[in-house]
């Protein structure tokens, strides 16, 4: 069975940084893609960045430069670094991972953003 599990949540003060990561039981490499999504308070769930099996990192256009991907194959992770976060990066990050017609969702993490 499938799992992914998030960690590395927190609260951060404006322009603070948090590593999220995402812990996969079995090999990444399998996978057509594994994802970061996140989803705040009353809207809905959105793509952040996503790590291909095959070619290269893509971010959602919000994160400007901002996040980081980080995919390590021996130790079956991907882990998203945050920087420069914003009130507005605020919400519950969720790991994804996409395996033929099977989608996969870890519980995710709170990050909270405030001063």
């Known amino acids: 069975q499938v799992q992914l599990v998030e960690s590395g949540g927190g609260l951060v003060r404006p322009g603070g940084s948090l590593r999220l990561s995402c812990s996969v039981s079995?090999?990444?490499?399998?996978?057509?893609?594994v994802e970061w999504h996140r989803q705040a308070p009353g809207k809905q769930r959105e793509l952040v960045a996503s790590?291909?099996?095959?070619?290269?990192?893509r971010y959602a256009d919000f994160v400007k430069g901002r996040f980081l991907l980080f995919r390590d194959i021996a130790q079956n992770t991907l882990d998203l670094q945050l920087n420069d976060l914003q009130p507005e990066d605020t919400a519950v990050y969720y790991c994804?991972?996409?395996?033929?017609?099977?989608?996969?969702w870890g519980q995710g993490t709170q990050v909270t953003v405030s001063s």
């Open positions: 079995t090999n990444i490499h399998s996978f057509e893609t």
């Open positions: 994804a991972a996409r395996l033929r017609t099977s989608d996969y």
């Open positions: 790590f291909p099996r095959w070619g290269s990192r």
